[in-house]
Nanobody, 128 residues
């Protein structure tokens, strides 16, 4: 079992930046592919970004490319989502998720069902 806890959310003005963190605890002796998803009010949860177990490969939804960066620190069992040039439409609850599979096709990382473990989420609000 892996427990995930997100932090770093908050209220920011449009154009501002935030860095979200996702700390993993529990069975962290092995690495996991990690993803970030978000859910805005009245909308379905959507994929934001993912990073492979090795950290070499990263994936982004088109709307955040060039603005968001996903990274990981294996020593700290933590994954980050650096968000810049934030827009009001980025307002959502952001969730991190972990995938325990040892290998995946890259397309798998975009799907919620790929991930077995989820954090409770952190609210990001971007004001205009």
């Amino acid at each position: 079992q892996v427990q995930l806890v997100e932090s770093g959310g908050g209220l920011v003005q449009a154009g501002g930046s935030l860095r979200l963190s996702c700390a993993a605890s529990g069975r962290t002796s092995r690495s996991y592919a990690m993803g970030w998803f978000r859910q805005a009010p009245g909308k379905e949860r959507e994929f934001v970004a993912a990073i492979s177990r090795s950290g070499i490969s990263t994936y982004y939804t088109d709307s955040v490319k060039g603005r968001f960066t996903i990274s990981r620190d294996g020593a700290k069992n933590t994954v980050y989502l650096q968000m810049t040039s934030l827009k009001p439409e980025d307002t959502a609850v952001y969730y991190c998720a972990a995938d325990q599979a040892t290998s995946r096709s890259s397309n798998s990382y975009y799907r919620e069902l790929t991930y077995e473990y989820w954090g409770p989420g952190t609210q990001v609000t971007v004001s205009s």
